[in-house]
């Protein structure tokens, strides 16, 4: 069985930017950052919905640059679910990913990206600036959707069906 590739390959080269090889798709979101606004269905809910799916994948075959993002996607999810432990509250847990999702990142082309190979680094210094907004604007909104679904049920007692995914990595890989 195939894992699930993103529904926005075809729609990458419409409306969307391209830095690297890393396509930055429209997000409907309330921060502030580079991303165009949409109302339909977008990237973050795409990766929200395919992260169980595709968390079970070692092999990710690459069919566009949205890929790119849905994984870049799905692995900071990972990351968030790692930091989440049972006992957090909700207020806590935001807190623990605002703090994720704002922490200082590396980008593709720097040394300690683990995925360097799949990812073309930014060909400027304004690039690098602009995909760095991009994905923090992408993490932020990220982090609070992924926490109205693990605490849709209970604010205080995570999800135990999201928070079952802790251990598992994609692709053998972490951010």
Known sequence: MPAYHSTFIGEETQDSRTIGNLSLLPLNTKYRGPAYETTDYDIIEETLDLFRA??????????GN???????GILFIS????????????????????NLSLDNFALPGDINFPLNS??????????????????TQFRQELA?????????DDPSVPSKYWLSFTKRKFMNKSL
Do not use: G, W
């Open 118 to 135: 799949l990812y073309l680094p930014p060909k400027t210094k304004n690039e690098a600036d602009l995909l760095r907004q991009y994905l």
């Open 54 to 63: 595709n968390s079970f994948f070692k092999n990710f075959e690459i069919k």
């Open 66 to 72: 949205a890929d790119r993002l849905l994984i870049y």
């Open 79 to 98: 990351d968030c679910l790692s930091k989440i432990n049972s006992r957090m509250s909700h207020k806590e847990s935001t807190k623990v990913l605002n």
């Open 144 to 152: 609070e959707r992924l926490l109205n679904r693990i605490y849709k």
